[in-house]
């Protein structure tokens, strides 16, 4: 290889080196050295066509030669190739950062206009609340001046005296509204008083019982006396056995003795079995102590007998205790309010 040709090579490599990016110098640069390159291989094929002819001097050497500028000639059209292809390349790049470039602008300027757009609807809707709190300041200033004036108005202008017979009529409904009021605390003192005495009646009656039995309690004005399912009935039964009578009977008593008090009989049932059957149990057991009353000459008018089946427990079901207790039968006792909701009522 002769100092030409090696210096073309050198030249070659360099600029395959150098070319690292997609500005347009970069690109001028490379189009000048791609034109140089073409300008020194019509130079070699000229050499060696020149070489050709020579062989009268030294064919041997000038066919070493020969071959040798040949595969120079060769290596530089690959390297010219090879650098044609890469120049396109850097073009192809460099027309898509034009695109992406140009597409971000417009994008960009597109993003500017929509900003600008909502920051005047924004400021619009400021100005418009700023005119809105401003009326409405103005009418509050407006507001309080008339209070003011009205106040005034009625410290310095005393109300004027009522006519005689407004004055007549309104002592007369005072009257009336005190003497109803008084009329009403007695008679919620006195059906205090009543229901302190038939509790402890009916205490006295039952005084034979135990309380696992029964009990007597007072709830919301009302006297609940609870008899448990072991005091009246045997399991799944509605028949009172005797010691169920003589409790009914003892109450009875009580009961006849106060005409004035209205008598509701509650069946109560545990969760066992089904609900159809459940109803139907706790309204036999109420049934079947509202005859018993009957038939100790309770009078019918004032009870009221009903099934709850297990729907209104007084323990939890969880147990067996609880479910015990929840199996009951309860006689309620309310004193008759009809004269006091009257009073209320005018």
């Known amino acids: 290889m002769n ?16 070319v690292s990016c997609v500005s347009q110098n970069r690109f001028k640069e490379s189009q000048q050295l791609t034109d140089f390159y073409r300008a020194e291989i019509d130079s070699l094929r000229g050499i060696t066509e020149n070489s050709s002819n020579a062989s009268e001097y030294n064919y041997e050497q000038l066919e070493k030669e020969k071959k040798s500028t040949d595969m120079d000639l060769t290596v530089l059209q690959e390297n010219y190739d090879n650098l044609k292809s890469y120049n396109n ?7 898509e950062l034009l695109i992406q470039n140009r597409d971000l602008l417009n994008s960009s300027s597109t993003d500017v206009q929509q900003m600008v757009s909502k920051l005047s609807q924004a400021q619009s809707v400021n100005d418009q609340q700023a005119r809105l709190i401003q009326r409405l300041e103005s009418q509050i200033e407006s507001l309080r001046g008339d209070l003011n004036d009205a106040q005034n108005t ?4 005393p109300p004027p005296p009522p006519a005689p017979e407004v004055r007549t009529v309104i002592t007369n409904d005072c009257g ?6 008084n009329e009403l605390n007695r008679l919620l003192a006195d059906k205090e ?11 006295q009656a039952l005084l034979g019982f135990t309380d696992a039995d029964l ?9 609940y006396v609870s008899l448990s399912q072991n005091l009246l009935f045997a399991s799944n039964s509605d028949n009172i056995d005797w010691k169920g009578k003589k409790a009914i009977r003892s ?3 009580v009961l006849k003795q106060n005409p004035d008090i209205n008598i509701t009989v509650e069946g109560h049932t545990d969760p066992d079995g089904s609900p159809a059957k459940n109803w139907d149990l706790s309204v036999r057991r109420a049934t079947a102590v509202v005859k018993i009353l009957t038939e100790t000459n309770v009078n019918a008018d004032r009870i009221t007998a009903s099934g709850r089946s ?6 939890s079901n969880a147990t067996a205790a609880g479910k015990a207790k929840n199996r009951r039968t309860e006689i309620i006792l309310s004193p008759n309010l009809d004269q006091l909701y009257k009073i209320i009522n005018e």
């Open 3 to 18: 100092k030409t040709t090696g210096y073309l090579l050198l030249l070659a490599l360099s600029g395959w080196t150098l």
């Open 89 to 95: 390349e850097i073009l192809r790049k460099y027309d």
């Open 154 to 157: 009625v410290a310095v202008t």
């Open 176 to 181: 009336d509204y005190e003497r109803q009021v």
């Open 193 to 203: 008083t009543r229901l302190n005495g038939l509790r402890s009646k009916v205490n």
């Open 215 to 223: 009990s007597v309690t007072e709830r919301n004005g009302k006297i």
């Open 251 to 253: 109450l009875a008593d």
């Open 310 to 315: 297990f729907y209104y427990p007084i323990a």
